[in-house]
């Protein structure tokens, strides 16, 4: 019951760690309290001050920095220090260095390991963020966000049936765990078990009702090689409701609008995909081909040499 707690505790203190980073301050703020309710962390209370202070409570803030006792742990300090240069990706070398300078200070601190989690994965160091994934499940066994972030790194690695071993494990334990549905249908996408992998994505978007745009995506894909192009439409209108710029759905809604024998439709899709992007290569390739059907050979010939000029330009930047 007790390592529960802990694990709540430190799962509410990364969400409002996460919500921070993403400037969602309010969010940031409630998950730092819930954390607090369990026990008063300091790097929790620390947190909290930094919040406050980003909002401009300046006086809120000013009481927690020089009320709490617990604030004045070295080691606490040092993981803070970590923290902030984990914020920008360019800073993470100096994170992990920081705490691994100081690995007699912060080695039995969770929220180091976490940190250097993060930092090694914004850098690909997929080999050592494995070697961290594995000793923090060494200490607690059943934390389900690691076991996907070590699921997601094993399926950078082609380990297929490996990271859905530890996609499974989460599920077993919470069928609704909708990083671990994501992940699970990303892997089997992978394997070429569409049917499946779309089970995975329709569970989170019908059943779960969440708008997870990346789920969207694959769901929309997926239809389309399954062949099952009403359940592609429905996809693509949910997430182009969800983001009515996003290229993917578009390009998406003209690989459908072509398979229905809607050719201006399509080009129409595709002509948006291009306003979005005008470097996508497979839009110009697609709209050729449709003139070229078309007989209007000058302008397929104008969009294959864009085609040609777009993959250049990619290449180059």
Do not use: T
Request: hydrophobic share 40%; aromatic share 10%; net charge neutral.
């Amino acid at each position: 019951m007790e390592n529960q707690k802990i694990l709540l505790q430190y799962y509410y203190l990364c969400k409002a760690w996460e919500l921070f980073l993403e400037n969602n301050y309010l969010e940031a703020l409630y998950y730092v309290n819930k954390s607090l309710e369990i026990n008063e962390d300091p790097l929790a209370l620390l947190l909290k001050g930094i919040i406050l202070f980003c909002e401009g409570k300046l006086k809120e803030a000013k009481e927690i920095f020089e009320s709490s006792e617990k604030l004045k742990n070295n080691a606490l300090i040092l993981s803070l220090i970590a923290m902030i240069f984990g914020a920008e990706e360019g800073k993470c070398r100096m994170c992990i260095k920081i705490l691994e300078e100081n690995e007699d200070k912060v080695r039995n601190l969770i929220i180091s390991l976490l940190i250097k989690s993060r930092c090694l994965e914004a850098l690909g160091d997929y080999y050592k963020l494995l070697e961290v994934c594995d000793e923090i499940l060494k200490r607690y066994p059943n934390f389900n966000a690691i076991k996907i972030k070590k699921a997601d790194v094993l399926r950078k690695f082609g380990k297929y049936d490996e990271a859905l071993r530890y996609v499974d494990e989460v599920l077993e334990n919470n069928p609704n765990n909708v990083n671990a549905l994501y992940l699970k249908g990303v892997i089997l996408k992978r394997k070429g078990d569409y049917k499946s992998s779309l089970e995975c994505f329709s569970r989170i978007i019908d059943d779960l009702k969440m708008e997870f745009l990346d789920a969207v995506r694959h769901a929309a894909s997926v239809s389309l090689i399954l062949g099952d192009l009403e359940k592609a439409e429905r996809y693509i209108n949910i997430g182009l409701k969800i983001r009515s710029d996003d290229i993917a759905l578009w390009y998406f809604k003209g690989q459908l609008l072509e398979r229905l024998g809607d050719e201006d439709g399509a080009i129409r899709c595709y002509s948006k995909v291009i306003e979005l992007y005008p470097n996508h290569v497979k839009a110009y390739i697609c709209l050729a081909r449709i003139y070229e059907r078309k007989g209007q050979l000058d302008k397929a010939i104008n969009h294959y040499e864009k085609a040609f000029e777009s993959k250049k330009k990619d290449f180059v930047e």
